[in-house]
């Protein structure tokens, strides 16, 4: 059984910088595309970043590009979304997912097979 847990939330002015881990355990995490994707209250789950197995492609949300830096580190079944000069509009659950696909890219939710609890940021003006 897949097991993800999100950390690395927390309360940021704006400007400011978050780094999210996601830690997966349960099957061989290196062999899926991993993602990233936030829920902001009272509006859908949305795509945010996404990245192949071998993290040789990674693809954003337009609203993040420039921003946001989506890594994993496989040896440690581990994948990480770095987070720069954030904006109100940043504050979200984010949700980290293991996909269904063992190559390529997922953005869209369906694709996702599991999901961590996820871990708040807020982002303060």
């Known amino acids: 059984q897949v097991q993800l847990v999100e950390s690395g939330g927390g309360l940021v002015q704006s400007g400011g910088s978050l780094r999210l881990s996601c830690a997966a355990s349960g099957r061989p995490f290196s062999s899926f595309t991993m993602g990233w994707f936030r829920q902001a209250a009272g509006k859908e789950r949305e795509f945010v970043a996404t990245?192949?197995?071998?993290?040789?492609?990674?693809d954003y949300a337009d609203s993040v590009k420039g921003r946001f830096t989506i890594s994993r580190d496989n040896a440690k079944n581990t994948v990480y979304l770095q987070m720069n000069s954030l904006k109100p509009e940043d504050t979200a659950i984010y949700y980290c997912g293991v996909s269904i696909y063992r190559r390529g890219l997922a953005t869209r939710p369906g694709e996702y097979a599991y999901w961590g609890q996820g871990t708040q940021v807020t982002v303060s003006s």
């Open positions: 990245i192949s197995p071998n993290g040789g492609s990674t």
